[in-house]
């Protein structure tokens, strides 16, 4: 409910935005995974933690049980996650202040699909908007 009743309050501009939004929710999405992995992939770590990696975008259940479906360790996973959350929500609000960003949609939109439930409830706190337009990402994304 906490995020069905604002994304309601604002679904006329979440209709006019759907083609953008999709795209920017699969390519984030993509990116994520290719970023995390990548970069693991550089620092030198074992095939299991690159695997564990790929989930971190999402929400926590889901990145243990397709962690440990594709041979990954779902405990590293569930780490991966809820670090990226927290990382999410702490350098969201400086990261669009230095870019002078201010548009609600997308803070929602980009918070919701690399910062999942933890970043979204920071941008609920920064606006209702912005956490209205970041819960569908975020659910999109898992």
Known sequence: MALAVPLYG???RLKR???PLAL????????????AV???????LPHEVLLSLTTRAVTTPI???????????PELSAMFVILSGIFGAVIVKPLFGLLRLTDDLVLG???GVSAHGIGTARVFQLSEM?????GRPWGLTA
């Open 10 to 12: 604002n679904l006329a």
């Open 17 to 19: 935005a759907a083609g």
């Open 24 to 35: 920017s929710i699969g390519v984030g999405g993509l990116v994520g995974i290719v970023s």
């Open 38 to 44: 990548g970069l693991g992939w550089l620092a030198g």
């Open 63 to 73: 990145a243990m049980s397709v962690s440990q479906g594709i041979g990954g360790v």
């Open 109 to 111: 939109v980009a918070t």
């Open 130 to 134: 912005a956490g209205a337009f970041s």
